[in-house]
């Protein structure tokens, strides 16, 4: 825990020079916790004590007085103020981080009630993080901004960046579209103004998650001329013209570089240029969608259980945020994604070769955020030793790549890039650096040895400090013919030599008088010094600082070095990811049997045996065995469009995960995965869409049935014939009759307007009747076996449609009282005939109304027999003695708590 840091400026009493240097700097960063440096401590005054005290569970005191009150204080020491910084970065705070920016002794100089010079060095914010253990393991860490015009319709400018790898994209969106790749995205931190915040709350865009990331900042940060003077001074290169983007995008990632050189202080924020994001190229998932099938993570919010948790098999951190990425944006182009096919292809077919290069991924360092640290002037010797490394291992990996030949495309060129690497560079940096160098420069020792050889002499005078007084030694016994002369040191004279006194007085006279100085005659001896004791000790006393001023000029030059080749190792960085997602996606394929689907233009949704990975994953865990199913939702234009299965069947009968398995093995087969399943034929799907019925969205105000509305009308006005739609009972959270309308409704206009590939599943039976008016909608059932009165799930799709729902049974698996379940099966019955219509009586009833629903008592109970009351029974008052009853009165009691327990 922190404690209260001791210091030369112990006190802020009220309104000194100090303070009135705290509030300039606090007034100047408004919402920022401010880290105020004094010596060895960041310290936190005032309202920011009492948030950080709170947050880190560290003690608060008090420093001197403000207006008459206690001023609150706490304090982080500097060697772990990393630690807290993650905490309270994690919390959702922002930190001002405010350096002492002269040595308190010059400040001294300019009298002795100078304030040492202070001034913000850096603001950290959760999408402005660069070190590595602040920043997430495997995802990516977007800053995000958005801009906003108005001609008519909104438009929308998007610009994000990874500053910890340098990657930036931008984006010009539809309101439409925007909340579906902010969802994407999914940014660590969203800047933006609260014009456009309004705006886009009102158009659905701020997911829930994304609220409690907002940076709101003045709306003028996003003015053009702002942008473009900013894009001037990021982008200076003759390459760099941001007048190709559209206004708004130029807004946005004018913002964007502002925000990030404001964050980092006036160092070069090293953003890559822009890649434009062309949402025609890609596979659109919308946010709810992306929620539904829990791609990166589950509706609950954890990694674990998500579909990439399950099949993300990479070895690098790089490599996973790329696999991330993938995943969050598929293709939708069948060459590209069959060029992706073939490099898994390849790897999953030679996993002698893929191992080996997984094997040697795994001990590379992430290049990009060791390149973007050493940009930022915030890298060290660990980060130089990590670009060295990753460079020797591409050329490694290239070798390896080269040798086995044979290669598709895209592995040629992630090859070629690879063997492009800077020998030379790493060569130097590897022989340059020891070989577990320090994070820091700020202690030295991360020049290996024999690299320069001032530095050894230095390190030499240094370390080898007894060696160097030793041959000394030795020279002046033999010089002056003293075999008992001695160098010693204290404090008070440094070096010395030392003779007993009986020898003292030669050193007194000629020849040695002129080079030996008498300083103390003790006892049995006599002290002198020389001139070259002195010279060795003020040596000696530079020596350190003489090595780290070369440690840092030969950390100054390889850092040169590798930002010359900035451009080139930032592409080595890619190809390195690449790498580790194909060989990731080729050793998943093999250990799951995963299968390369068939990928082309047609409107094919063909799978045999086909799994849902995560599902899978859990009943395998479980000890069952997953049961594979099958799927045909082809169709030709010439017939009107795909195909739309109507699944119906129990509750907990499998519905759910045969509709997700699809979207699933979808998503995979176009982000270039193999899929899980015996074989795979499909053709390209622009949009997916996954809709359960009924989750609320309290947070948004919505009601059950509104927000299931909404979502559907969505996918009504969107999807297209080449979309994979798929509806988990829609329609169920309103009454009866008006669900079955809005569901039968939905079911005709996909299958008559919309002509998509989809699957809807119901537990209104009624629907299946649409098969004999409709010729693309084919009826399903997940089949159920009556075993003793209960059901037993088979998991297994079959043709046709489900004669009942199983609700009852299925309530009874859930444990519902034995009261509730009679009566809710007589209420059934009676609807069951009631449905069965004409051959009632009249007098049963036609309306719901009419349904004795609530009139019924529900059955009495069944009376058990009480043990308590047995005894009771059995006991003669007039046979029974005192201590008969003493003992029955006992037992009494007795039997009374075994029957509770039971
Ligand atoms: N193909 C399968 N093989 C093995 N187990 C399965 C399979 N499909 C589903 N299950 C198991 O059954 C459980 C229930 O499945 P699911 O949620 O898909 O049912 P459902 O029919 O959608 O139920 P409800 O209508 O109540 O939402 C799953 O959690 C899983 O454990």
């Not at 998943?588 to 689907?597: C, F, I, Y």
């Amino acid at each position: 825990m922190a404690s209260t840091p001791a210091q030369s400026e112990s006190a802020l009493p009220a309104l000194t020079p100090m303070m009135a240097q705290f509030f300039e700097i606090k007034a100047a960063n408004p919402g920022y916790l401010l880290f105020y440096r004094m010596g060895d401590f960041y310290e936190l005054f005032f309202e920011d004590a009492e948030i950080a005290a709170e947050a880190l569970g560290i003690v608060l005191t008090k420093r001197g007085k403000h207006l008459g009150q206690d001023i609150a204080m706490c304090g982080v020491p500097i060697h772990a103020a990393q630690d807290y910084l993650k905490r309270l970065i994690g919390l959702g705070h922002r930190v001002a981080v405010c350096e002492q920016m002269e040595d308190p002794a010059e400040a001294r100089k300019r009298g002795s009630k100078s304030v040492v010079r202070r001034d913000v060095v850096r603001l950290v914010t959760a999408g402005t993080l660069t070190e590595d253990d602040l920043l997430p393991q495997r995802g990516a860490n977007y800053l995000a901004t958005v801009s906003l015009v108005r001609h008519g319709e909104l438009e929308f400018g998007l610009a994000w960046a990874d500053i910890s790898t340098g990657d930036t994209h931008v984006a010009c969106l539809s309101a439409e579209a925007v909340g579906n790749e902010l969802a994407r995205i999914d940014p660590a931190e969203l800047v933006l103004s609260e014009a456009t915040r309004l705006a886009l709350v009102e158009a659905h865009a701020l997911g829930s998650g994304l609220n409690e990331r907002l940076s709101l900042v003045d709306a003028a940060l996003f003015e053009s001329d702002e942008a473009t003077r900013q894009l001037r001074q990021s982008y200076p290169g003759p390459d760099t013209d941001a007048s190709a983007f559209p206004r708004v995008v130029r807004s946005a990632l004018g913002a964007l570089c502002g925000y990030v050189a404001d964050s980092q202080k006036g160092v070069a924020p090293a953003l890559r240029w822009p890649e434009t994001e062309a949402t025609d190229g890609l596979l659109l998932i919308d946010q709810a969608t992306r929620g539904s099938l829990e791609l990166l993570e589950t509706q609950r919010g954890s990694e674990i259980g998500s579909l990439r948790h399950t099949i993300d098999r990479t070895v690098t951190a790089a490599g996973a945020r790329l696999f991330s990425q993938r995943l969050a944006a598929p293709l939708a182009r069948a060459d590209l994604i069959n060029a992706r096919l073939d490099m898994v292809a390849r790897s999953a077919k030679d996993l002698l070769l893929t191992d080996r290069l997984r094997a040697d991924l795994k001990a590379t360092p992430d290049l990009a955020r060791a390149l973007t640290r050493l940009a930022l002037e915030r890298g060290g010797p660990r980060d130089l030793r990590s670009v060295g490394k990753a460079v020797a291992s591409a050329i490694v990996l290239a070798e390896r790549l080269h040798q086995a030949g044979d290669l598709p495309q895209g592995l040629a060129s992630v090859a070629e890039k690879l063997a492009a690497a800077p020998r030379q560079l790493a060569e130097d940096l590897l022989a340059a650096l020891v070989e577990e160098p320090p994070m820091m420069t700020r202690d030295g020792g991360f020049i290996a040895k024999g690299h320069d050889e001032a530095l050894d002499a230095e390190r030499a005078l240094g370390s080898e400090t007894r060696a160097v007084i030793a041959s000394l030694q030795a020279r002046l016994a033999s010089e002056t013919d003293t075999k008992a002369l001695k160098i010693k040191h204290n404090g008070v004279l440094g070096f010395f030599v030392e003779v007993p006194s009986a020898q003292g007085q030669k050193l007194l006279e000629e020849p040695h008088r002129d080079s030996f100085v008498h300083r103390q005659t003790m006892a049995n001896a006599m002290r002198f010094t020389t001139r070259e004791l002195a010279d060795l000790e003020s040596r000696i006393a530079n020596a350190q600082h003489n090595a780290l001023e070369i440690e840092l000029r030969i950390f100054a030059e390889l850092r040169k070095a590798v930002l010359g080749g900035l451009d080139q190792l930032r592409g080595l960085a890619d190809a390195l990811a690449e790498l580790d997602v194909t060989t990731a996606l080729g050793r998943l394929a093999a250990n799951e049997s995963h299968v390369r689907p068939k990928v082309d233009d047609s409107l094919s949704f063909e799978i045999s045996a086909g799994r849902h990975p995560v599902v899978e994953a859990m009943v395998r865990k479980d000890g069952h065995a997953f049961v594979a199913n099958d799927v045909d939702l082809s169709g030709s234009e010439s017939e009107g469009g795909g195909r739309l299965w109507l699944v119906t069947g129990p509750n907990m009968g499998g519905k759910s995960t045969f509709l997700r398995q699809n979207a699933l093995i979808a998503i995979m087969a176009q982000m270039g995965a193999f899929v899980p399943a015996d074989s795979a034929h499909i053709g390209v799907i622009d949009r997916v869409f996954s809709r359960v019925g009924a989750s609320d969205d309290i947070a948004h105000g919505r009601s059950t049935f509104m927000v299931e509305m909404v979502e559907t009308a969505a996918i009504l006005n969107r999807a297209t014939r080449r979309s994979l739609v798929i509806l988990d009972e829609i329609g169920r959270g309103t009454a009866t009759f008006d669900g079955l309308s809005i569901a039968w409704a939905t079911v005709e206009s996909l299958h008559e307007t919309t002509g998509c590939r989809a699957l809807f599943a119901t537990h209104f039976h009624e629907l299946t009747a649409l098969h004999k008016s409709l010729s693309r909608i084919v009826n399903v059932t997940m089949k159920v076996r009556e075993w003793e009165g209960e059901v037993v799930f088979l998991h297994e799709v079959g043709r046709g449609a489900a004669d009942r729902s199983y609700g009852v049974q299925v309530a009874r698996l859930a444990g519902l009282p034995e009261p509730v379940l009679t009566r809710a099966r007589q209420v059934l019955d009676f609807l069951e005939q009631r449905a069965a219509g004409a051959t009632l009586s009249e007098g049963t009833g036609t309306v719901l109304d009419d349904l004795p629903l609530f009139a019924h008592q529900p059955p009495p109970a069944p009376v058990k027999t009480d043990p308590v009351y047995t005894l009771l029974d059995s006991i003669r008052p007039d046979d029974v003695t005192p201590k008969m009853a003493i003992d029955l009165l006992y037992e009494l009691k007795k039997t009374r708590d075994a029957a509770r327990r039971s």
